[in-house]
């Protein structure tokens, strides 16, 4: 990787400086991209900006096994104390506190921290590179004006050309020049620089960046003394903390103080910088995902305090910056589905959705009640015979044996038992009866087994509808039932007999649910005709199911198809298949004509008791 831009390498410093005290932050170890995320929220960097900047500073950062590090970790276990502590401290490019050092040592040289932040204070003293705050803050000797090696005795302190060649020695040691300072030297007088506090008040007054070493020149400059026995009062780590513990003032990588504005500055541009970076970046060559037991305990302790299902997928791109289009996406998707689900505190709900029991909505664990069976009447004729009989199915009439097992007339708690097809087709047809279009669920019975995942009993899918809008919608296989679609049914005309097209996608846990426009004409049923069915649903206690066969054959004088008047008798109350075809196939005034579907009244035979041949098959 190229070297970073000079033109913005105060503000990528800066932005850098931020994620190496977030590798600072607890036990040194490698850490994900997500992991560092976590700890530096306020910069706000997505996934793909952080990776960015990460493989964008070689002289800071290295990546193993998709993990980061500081680049100084890569040190030599035999590096002495002092350059491992200036190799921290360098490549922060700010003073690092006492403790952060202690353990960053302790873990590279294998010692515990309690040494190293013992004996740092006492390093840093007595060392020609470091400097040591007060507060326990170390830094680089540098960063500071060092007029050290200058003594009172080979000048002439009365003289003032002896005083100036002293000052002009200072400065040339420090890499200055006496025009560099001239104008802060005006500036400066009159303060009182025997306190470390005019350090702080000075660079207030001046209102824009400084280099520190000018502010220690000036500290230096005026407690020059011209007494011989000249004490000497300059302590230039006494007015670097004195600036740097103010919260107006922020340390640039540059050895400049900069007012504390210009850090956002500094990030807005560091940001730009990073994003050219994500554009230009080429796809990353990525190992398989091992995930160590620390992160799945992370990932698992935050799913229990999140509301609502997580999907392993969405968690591999925020967490790991693994993406579809990624050449290891199916394989760190399984591991990452296993991992989960082998934790077993969440729970699994289809392909790479988890979650907590608590979140699924309780009604879809139970077959709402709208669909049980009421008891029926015992109406009775004048022979007290009931009227609402049942007969075996070799008593019913050979068409109406095959339309019973028609996937239109069966529906939840009345339905075959389920079989695998011999070959799982890519769509299926499903034609919406009531009361599902008004609950917004679909029953499986008109889905063959296969065609939906078996497992787990409770699981979550996507159906993307005709206009690419998507619902999450949950699948029970104990109750039978597709919950999730009331809006979806809501919003259409049809009463009953709507057509859908439910196919198959790529993706295992998504499918196209899609409107065809369509009505099936046995089950379709207009305004006007419901009205009809509801009012006669008001009369249903004092009705037998045979009385309001009568009644909705009446409305049919041409006759009508047993799908037609299973469905409509079903709005009215809810009743078995083989109640409707018993009854049709029992009693005289249901006549079905040769070859034809199609049942008809036949008004003269009404109140005649069932047929001898339906008397042979009677059940119960």
Request: with cysteine; proline share 7%.
């Amino acid at each position: 990787m190229e070297a970073t831009k000079i033109e913005t390498r105060l503000e990528l410093d800066y932005l850098a400086r931020e994620v190496l005290r977030a590798f600072m932050q607890g036990e040194p170890m490698p850490l994900r991209a997500n992991e560092i995320r976590e700890r530096i929220q306020s910069l706000e960097l997505s996934s793909g900006e952080l990776r960015a900047l990460l493989l964008n500073m070689p002289d800071k950062f290295f990546q193993e096994e998709r993990r980061w590090q500081p680049l100084y970790r890569k040190a030599h276990r035999n590096i002495p104390v002092l350059a491992l502590t200036e190799r921290i401290i360098r490549a922060v490019g700010a003073p690092v506190p006492r403790t952060a050092l202690a353990v960053e040592l302790g873990a590279h040289l294998r010692r515990s921290f309690e040494h190293y932040e013992t004996i740092l204070p006492r390093l840093a003293q007595s060392s020609e590179t470091l400097f040591i705050t007060r507060s326990g803050e170390v830094g680089l000797r540098e960063w500071l004006f060092v007029p050290d090696w200058i003594e009172p005795i080979p000048y002439e302190w009365e003289r003032a050309e002896e005083r100036e060649r002293a000052v002009h020695d200072a400065l040339f040691y420090n890499d200055l020049k006496w025009d560099e300072v001239e104008r802060y030297v005006s500036q400066a007088q009159g303060m009182d620089w025997t306190r470390p506090e005019t350090a702080l008040a000075f660079v207030r007054q001046l209102g824009e960046p400084v280099p520190n070493r000018v502010v220690g020149f000036l500290g230096w400059y005026f407690t020059l003394d011209p007494d011989p026995r000249w004490v000497y009062p300059y302590d230039g780590v006494a007015l670097f903390e004195a600036i740097y513990q103010s919260d107006e003032w922020v340390w640039g990588s540059d050895g400049q103080w900069y007012p504390r504005a210009v850090a956002e500055q500094w990030r807005e541009r560091a940001k730009a910088q990073v994003q050219e970076w994500l554009q230009e970046m080429p796809a990353e060559e990525t190992q398989p995902l091992e995930l160590r037991p620390d992160e799945v305990e992370h990932i698992v302790a935050n799913l229990l305090k999140t509301e609502g299902i997580a999907r392993a997928s969405k968690l591999l791109e925020e967490l790991f910056e693994v993406t579809p289009k990624s050449r290891t996406f199916r394989e760190d998707l399984d591991t990452l589905v296993n991992a989960l689900w082998s934790d077993g505190r969440l729970v699994w709900f289809g392909f790479d959705r988890f979650g907590r029991d608590e979140d699924v909505p309780e009604y879809v664990r139970t077959v709402p009640s709208v669909f049980e069976f009421p008891e029926l009447p015992d109406l009775r004729n004048e022979e007290g015979d009931p009227y609402d009989v049942l007969i075996d199915p070799e008593g019913y009439p050979k068409t109406l044996r095959d339309e019973i097992l028609d996937v239109r007339a069966q529906d939840v708690l009345d339905e075959e038992t389920p079989a695998y097809p011999d070959q799982i087709p890519s769509a299926v047809r499903i034609v919406l009866r009531q009361p599902h279009k008004d609950l917004g669920t679909i029953p499986m019975c008109q889905i063959p087994l296969g065609f939906l995942p078996d497992e787990p009993f409770l699981q979550q899918l996507t159906f993307i509808d005709e206009n690419d809008q998507p619902y999450e919608v949950w699948l029970n296989h104990e109750t039978r039932l597709i919950y999730g679609l009331f809006d979806k049914f809501a919003a259409l005309d049809p009463i009953s007999g709507a057509i859908f097209m439910l196919e198959r996608t790529d993706q295992p846990d998504a499918y196209r649910l899609r409107y065809t426009g369509e009505v099936d004409p046995l089950l379709a049923i207009s305004p006007a005709r419901y009205e009809r069915l509801l009012n006669l649903q008001a009369q249903a206690d004092a009705l037998s199911t045979y009385h309001l066969l009568i009644e909705l054959m009446r409305d049919h004088p041409r006759g009508a198809d047993f799908l037609t008047l299973h469905n409509e008798l079903n709005i009215i109350r809810r009743t078995r298949r083989e109640q409707t075809a018993s009854i049709l196939s029992a009693y005289p005034c249901f006549e079905l004509h040769r070859g034809s579907p199609v049942w008809h009244l036949k008004e003269d035979d009404i109140g005649k008791p069932i047929t001898k041949k339906a008397r042979s098959y009677l059940l119960g």
